[in-house]
C-alpha cells in the first residue's frame, strides 16, 4: 500500500568544515535529541530526457534508514486536496521566504527495477508513453537532530548529508569514473509550525550555511543535464506551467485566456491519477475541467489560429465523450439506487434493483475499462502536448492583444445574450420532449456562460464572479432536470421489455413517476432561480 503527505522542509549548501549549531535555543524548542546516523543509498528514476526532473518530479527507490521504499515527489499545488493549504508552491525555490512543499507518496521496495503501479498513475500524464529508466544513484551519510518542543512534540529534523551522486546509463551503471560529493543541510517540519523556519535559517547562516542552490539532490546531481522546461519554470510556474500572476486589468485578451486554460491544464493533469485509480469524485472533476477549457477555447476562438483551435475543440469533445460514459452511468446509477431503496421490500423491488444494476453497472464498467484504455493512448498523450504547446505558444491572432477586459466583457455578455435567447425559447417549446430539449440548450448555455465569467473574473472581479454563480447555480438545477429525464427514459424502456411480472412493470411505473415528480421540482427552482439571478444576466452587466 502506498501512503502519502506534504513534505515542508528547506535545504541550505554548506562547507565540509562546517560544525552544525544547536538549535535548543530557537523559539518553540526544548531540546535537541541524540543525533543518530544511517548510510542511505537511493536511485532515481526519470525518462532518457529528464521529463520528470523538468517538472521538478522526482522518483527515488531507497535503501537504508527508517524510510526504505520506493518515494515519489511531486510539487504541491493549488487545489492539491493533501496540503495543508492551497497555496501554489514550486519544489524548486521559496516564495516570500517560505519553505516549498512537495507531495509525497511512499510505496514498499518491492523489486529494484520495477516501479510500483501505484506510483506510475501519478506519473503516466507526464511520461506521455516514455519509458523510465535508472538516472543517477545517490550515497548519502546522515546525521539526523531531532528537534522537541516543551510538550515532547517532534517538532522538526535537521539532517546533515555528506552525499555522493553519480550518474548512470540506462542499465544502471555509472556513466563515467567521476563522481560528486557534496554537504547540505536539511531542516525539515514534522509536527512543527513553518514559524520555526525564520529562526532557524539565522542560526544556520551564521554557522556557514546558505540558501542551496538546487531544489533537490537530484538536481544538482543531474546539473546541466537538465534543460528546457527546468531551466524556464523557475519562479514563474509549477510543474503543470500555472503561473503564479493573474492577469491584471490592463492585461491583453491572451493573457486572461492563457491564465485560465492553465488551470485547466493543471486540473486535468491533477485528477488524471486519481481516474486511473478508480478514486471518488476524479471522473467529474476531470471531465469539468476538459468542458471549462473546451468553453473558454470556444469562447475566445477569434483571438487564434482557427485550426489550432478546431484541433483542440475536436480532441476535447472526444476526450470528454470518453471520460462522460462511466461519469453518466455512475451519477443515474446511485440515483436510482436511492430511490429503489424506498420501494416496498419483496421480489418485484429486488427484481428492478438487479435490472437497474446489470444495465448500468456494466455501462460503467465499460465506459470505465475504455477511459482507462485512452488515457493511455497516443491520440490521449497528444491532446495534452497540444494543449501545454497552446497555453506556451498560442498561435495568436493581432486582435488578441486587444485589452482584456474589454475582450472578456463583450464574450460574458454575448453567453448572456445566448443564454436569454435559449431561456426564451424553452418558455415558448410545446410540453414533452420539446420543451425538455429546450431546457437542455438552457443548462448548455448556462454552462458557458459560467465558464466566460470565471476566465473574466481575474479582470473583472466580484461582477464576472457574481454572473458564474448565478449561471451554475441553473446549471445544477437544470441537471438535475436532465438526471430525471435520462432515468425516466431508462425506466420506461426497462419496464417495457415482454413478459415483464405485472407487480415488477408496476414498480418501474412507479420509479418514473418519481422522476417525472423530481424533474418537475427542479423546472420549478429553475424558474424561481431564473427570476433571483435575471439582474446579473442583462447586457452590460460588467
Known sequence: MASQGIEIEKKYDVDDAAVVPSLAELPGVARVGEPHVATLEAVYFDTDRHTLASRHITLRRRTGGADAGWHLKLPAVVGDSTAGDSTASDSTSSHNGAAPQRREIHAPLGQPAVVPERLLAHLQAYLRGAGLIPVVRLETRRTTYPLYGEDGVHLADLADDRVQASALNGDGLSANEQSQQWREWEL????????????????LAAAGARPARHGSKLARALGDAVTGDAQDAGDEADATGLPTAEPGKKSPATAVVTFYLAAQIREILAHD??????????????????????????????????????????????????????????????????????????????????????????????????????????????????????????????????????????????????????????????????????????????????????????????????????????????????????????????????????????????????????????????????????????????
Open 188 to 203: 525539515e517540519l514534522v509536527h512543527g509550525s513553518p514559524d520555526l523556519f525564520p529562526a532557524a535559517e539565522e542560526a
Open 273 to 542: 491519477p486519481g481516474v486511473r485509480l478508480e478514486e471518488p469524485d476524479a471522473v467529474h472533476a476531470m471531465r469539468s475541467a476538459v468542458r471549462r477549457t473546451r468553453s473558454a477555447l470556444a469562447a475566445y476562438r477569434r483571438l487564434y489560429s482557427a485550426v489550432a483551435v478546431r484541433r483542440l475543440l475536436d480532441e476535447l469533445k472526444w476526450l470528454g465523450r470518453i471520460l462522460g460514459a462511466p461519469r453518466d452511468a455512475e451519477v443515474i446509477l446511485e440515483r436510482l439506487r436511492g430511490q429503489a431503496d424506498e420501494l416496498p421490500e419483496g421480489p418485484a423491488a429486488a427484481a428492478v434493483k438487479s435490472s437497474v444494476e446489470h444495465e448500468l453497472g456494466g455501462r460503467f464498467d465499460s465506459g470505465y475499462r475504455k477511459m482507462q484504455e485512452v488515457l493511455m493512448s497516443g491520440r490521449y498523450f497528444r491532446l495534452l502536448d497540444d494543449l501545454e504547446a497552446f497555453r506556451d505558444h498560442p498561435p495568436v491572432r493581432p486582435q488578441a492583444e486587444a485589452p482584456g477586459r474589454k475582450v472578456a466583457a463583450k464574450l460574458v455578455d454575448k453567453a448572456a445574450k445566448r443564454l436569454r435567447r435559449s431561456h426564451k425559447a424553452a418558455k415558448g417549446a410545446r410540453l414533452g420532449a420539446p420543451h425538455e430539449t429546450a431546457l437542455h440548450q438552457v443548462r448548455k448555455d448556462a454552462k458557458r456562460l459560467r465558464h466566460v465569467a470565471e476566465a473574466a473574473a481575474p479582470v473583472h472581479g466580484k461582477p464576472a464572479a457574481k454572473i458564474a454563480k448565478a449561471a451554475r447555480r441553473q446549471q445544477k438545477i437544470l441537471g438535475e432536470l436532465h438526471d430525471s429525464v435520462l432515468a425516466r427514459d431508462l425506466l420506461a424502456r426497462l419496464g417495457a421489455a415482454p413478459d415483464l411480472p405485472e407487480a415488477v412493470a408496476s414498480a418501474y411505473a412507479t420509479l418514473g413517476e418519481r422522476q417525472e415528480e423530481l424533474g418537475a421540482a427542479a423546472e420549478s427552482k429553475y424558474r424561481k432561480a431564473w427570476k433571483k439571478s435575471r439582474k446579473f444576466l442583462q447586457r452590460g452587466v460588467i
